[in-house]
């Protein structure tokens, strides 16, 4: 059993930065991808980034590339989302979710493990 806890939403403005960070609790974390989705409201949630668990294989929406860096860390059992050059249409919940088959996938069914959600909004 894994247990994940999102911070570091807020609000910010047009070109912004923020880091969402994952705090998972439970064993194994080192072993599973973990990927972050979001979802905005009367929209379905959406793929964002993964990162297997050896921290090499990373995987990014083509709307978040270039812009968002996935990382982990895991000494500390925590997966970062850096977020840069934020645009409006980036204003969601988002989602930190983990994998044990390690499979790195855009699909959320190939993740057992979620979070709460932190919001992020971006004004324009």
């Known amino acids: 059993q894994v247990q994940l806890v999102e911070s570091g939403g807020g609000l910010v403005q047009t070109g912004g930065s923020l880091r969402l960070s994952c705090a998972a609790s439970g064993r194994a974390f080192n072993t599973y991808a973990m990927g972050w989705f979001r979802q905005a409201p009367g929209k379905e949630r959406e793929f964002v980034a993964a990162?297997?668990?050896?921290?090499?294989?990373?995987y990014y929406a083509r709307s978040v590339k270039a812009r968002f860096t996935i990382s982990r860390d895991d000494a500390k059992n925590t997966v970062y989302l850096q977020m840069n050059n934020l645009k409006p249409e980036d204003t969601a919940a988002y989602y930190c979710a983990a994998d044990p088959s390690n499979s790195g996938s855009y699909y959320d069914t190939a993740y057992d493990y979620w979070g709460q959600g932190t919001q992020v909004t971006v004004s324009s």
């Open positions: 990162i297997r668990w050896s921290g090499v294989n990373t």
